[in-house]
C-alpha cells in the first residue's frame, strides 16, 4: 500500500463497496426471476434479498426489466462462449453454425416467460437503457461469428456470407421468442432452428458460382 494517498484507499473502498452491493443485486435478482418468474417478482423483493435499500437497487439498474436484462445477459454470454468452445473443435459450416448456436436455445427453454421478456426488450426495450445495450452486443458477437464461419466456407461472397449470418440471427431471435410462446422443448426448437439454418446455407452460392 506504499504510496497509496488516504484518498486512493477510501476510493478503493467505495469501488469494493460497490462491486460487493452489485453482486449482491445480481445474486439476488437470478435467484428470483428463476424462482418465481419476472411478473411474479418485484423489485423490493430483489432489494430486501441483496440487503440493500431500494434507492440504491436503482443505482445499478433503472428497472425491473433492465435486472433481467443483466442476469440474461451474463447467461447468454455463458452459452456464446461454450458454443464458441464447441463450435472450434467441429468441422462442416453447417455443424459449426449448430454447435454455435445450440447452447443458447437450449438455455433459452429454462423458463418461458424471462426468455420471451429478455428477446422483447434486446429488441424493443429503451434505447438508453445499458444492459439493452449489452445484450445487442452479445447479438452482434453472434452474428459475426456466424458471419466469420460462412465467411471461410465461401470466402468469395462476402456479402452473401454477411447477409446470411443476419437473416440466421434473425430466425435465432424470432424462434427463440416463439418457442418460449408455444412452450416447445429444447430439442424441437434446435431442429426448427437447424432446418433453417440449412435452408439459409442452401442458398449461398458454391464456390463454382
Given amino acids: 500500500m506504499s504510496g497509496m494517498t488516504k484518498s486512493d484507499q477510501e476510493l478503493g473502498r467505495r469501488e469494493r463497496n460497490k462491486l460487493e452491493k452489485q453482486t449482491r443485486i445480481f445474486d439476488a435478482a437470478a435467484e428470483l426471476f428463476a424462482e418465481k418468474g419476472y411478473s411474479a417478482v418485484t423489485t423490493q423483493e430483489i432489494a430486501d434479498r441483496a440487503d440493500v435499500a431500494g434507492g440504491t437497487l436503482f443505482r445499478y439498474a433503472a428497472s425491473k426489466a433492465e435486472l433481467l436484462l443483466m442476469v440474461y445477459n451474463a447467461e447468454y454470454r455463458k452459452q456464446i462462449e461454450l458454443g ?99 412452450r416447445i422443448t429444447a430439442d424441437e426448437l434446435t431442429n426448427i432452428v437447424a432446418a433453417q439454418v440449412r435452408l439459409t446455407l442452401a442458398g449461398l452460392p458454391t464456390e463454382k458460382d
Avoid: M, W
Fill in 84 to 182: 464458441e468452445e464447441r463450435e472450434a473443435k467441429s468441422t462442416g459450416t453447417e455443424d459449426r453454425v449448430l454447435e454455435l448456436v445450440s447452447p443458447l436455445l437450449i438455455a433459452s427453454r429454462r423458463n418461458d416467460e424471462n426468455t420471451g421478456i429478455y428477446q422483447r426488450e434486446v429488441l424493443f426495450g429503451e434505447p438508453s437503457e445499458c444492459f439493452r445495450a449489452e445484450g445487442l452486443e452479445l447479438s452482434q458477437r453472434l452474428q459475426t461469428r456466424i458471419a466469420q464461419i460462412l465467411l471461410e466456407g465461401h470466402p468469395n461472397h462476402t456479402t452473401r456470407t454477411i447477409t446470411a449470418a443476419r437473416t440466421i440471427s434473425n430466425v435465432l431471435h424470432f424462434e427463440i421468442a416463439r418457442a418460449a410462446l408455444d
